[in-house]
């Protein structure tokens, strides 16, 4: 199907309900099951919400938010919107009630959708700052003091009542009325720096980045399911999952919760799914720690099998030459070994799509090598997100990929990249001043530092304002040699720190079940796990861990001291974004004190012998 070929994203669901009627469009857990709608099911639950926003005020080009995890009211949400001529306006369901309240202040949202009696108490802590807020609608009925008018959804859709020709019709006229040029969402930034901007996106930024990016993959896409379980509120998952599945007439699932992901996937057996890279970084991680506890024979067959696919995925996909005998070799530890790795993700797995940070170049080839391709791309919420992709015919293990057609890039006299194409944004809503800021002649400044290649292949460096300008000058990429950190077997999460300073320091959150089994062979007695991080045997394992990543680095670029902590960053505490990047500027000031005793250790910041310390409170 050629999406472009429509006005809007509802005029393309509308097609689908008459061309895949019967065919299954969602899925979603209730009651220990999957349920599922079909499209024709679908669109009909979607026009019902849209008669019920009609009847409750909205107008075409109002604001209505979302606040809530992934699930199918999500879904039914925000197509109603749409098919009412309204804008959604997503809010991450990790949000505290003042962030929301910012958000819904800020876009004049008079209607807001949330899932849960916890989000509905976020609303009401926050009430008297949310003046505007007229209407809540609740995916679940639940008991308990109102202050605000709350309909369930099914009681605004008035599900039991059916569609009246002449009802239906209102709705499809006003579908009809809407443009690729008319506004879709108002995405609001995830504040790692500073108050969170609302991006303006189009339904032809959306559309165009969906049908370009499934187009450009190289990979058929008939019949697939894709399950999801980054949050909608991201335009990562929103437009390369849930967005482009249901466009091109497949059917997607959303995940129960993160922590039901591996569960899901064999009872769902998807064939695509979209990720950051730390969920590869833990199948990486458990990979190999399961390998480490097979017998020697098992190893070393495992160690050979990898050998050979390390040879036969570069051969195949990156230097594009003859494989010969080696084809024969790796069918045969397929068989024996990477067939059984699929199995565990459902065993129909063809792919995964990667974005929000650069994924470490070992990880992605080791997805390749098993059976799993990761085809890594490069976006921002700016650009609906996506800008590159790599491709069944164009790949690097360490790129972001090349760019996406009609879209184009370059490089700022200081390497960060500049880029423009039919999917970058109207600009930020109600903030002129900040639009300006980013755009340059035409030009968006992604704030990303960047190479691109001779065959056009381009690569992330890291973040322009996370770059590490040392006392002494030198300038270090932070990520690179955190990724690095993350594929130790006993590290967690990390934070390299060392901006204006005179070395580098890092924050390391151990991985505790690992951590713990090592402790218990070693014999080691402790209370609690911050008395463990502290026992000088810790300390000595982390400092031998630290000095073999050291050793791949040059003496500027190697960690001076580092500390452990006992918890490990989180969504919840604040240490990291929806979508699980590093919030620098919260864990610095969270570990502070931590940070500047680590300076402190050398008062005159020259080491001849760098020794590694771990220091917590």
Known sequence: MNIMSYQSIPAVLRENARKYSKKTAISYKKKGGFLSLNYEEFYERVLMLARGLQKAGMQPGD???????????????????????GITVPIYATNTGKQAAYILNHCGAKIVFCST????????????????????????RFMGARSFPVYTQYQLSEAGTPLEEEEKKCIEEQIDKITQDDILTIIYT??????????????????????????QLGVPQENMTTL????????????????????SGNHIAFAENVSAVMENMMEIRPTSMVSVPRLFEKIYSRVYESVHQMPQLRRNL?????????????????????????????????????????????????FFLCGGAPLDKSICEFMWIIGIPVFCGYGLTETSPAVTMCSAGNVRFDSVGKLLRDSEARLADDGELLVKGPQLMRGY??????TREVMEDGWFKTGDIARIDEEGFVYIVDRKKELIVTAGGKNIAPQPIENELKLDKYISQAMVYGDRKPYIVAILTPNLERLIDWARQENISYIDIEELVNNRKVKDLFAGRIDEINSHYPPYKTIKYFAVVPRDFSIEGGELTPTLKLKRKVIYEQYKEIIEELYEANGSGIIAQPKKIILEK
């Open 63 to 85: 604001k209505v938010a979302i606040f809530s995890e992934n699930r199918l009211g999500w879904a039914i949400s925000d197509f109603g919107i749409q098919c009412a001529g």
């Open 117 to 140: 009696k916890g989000q509905y108490e976020k609303l009401l802590s926050v009430k008297e700052d949310i003046p505007g807020v007229e209407l809540v609608i609740a995916y679940e």
């Open 190 to 215: 995830s504040g790692t720096t500073g108050v969170p901007k609302g991006v303006l996106l189009t339904q032809g930024n959306v559309m165009v980045n969906a049908d370009v990016g499934s187009n």
């Open 228 to 247: 999801s379980f980054l949050p909608l509120s991201h335009v990562l998952e929103r437009t390369g999952g849930y967005y482009a599945t249901l466009l």
């Open 302 to 350: 495992f160690h050979k099998a990898i050998e050979v696919g390390r040879e036969y995925v570069n051969k195949k996909y990156v230097k594009k030459q003859p494989l010969g005998l080696l084809r024969l070799r790796y069918k045969f530890y397929d068989r024996l070994i990477f067939k059984k790795i699929r199995s565990r993700f459902g065993g129909k797995l063809q």
């Open 429 to 434: 809503y109600d903030n002129e001043e900040a």
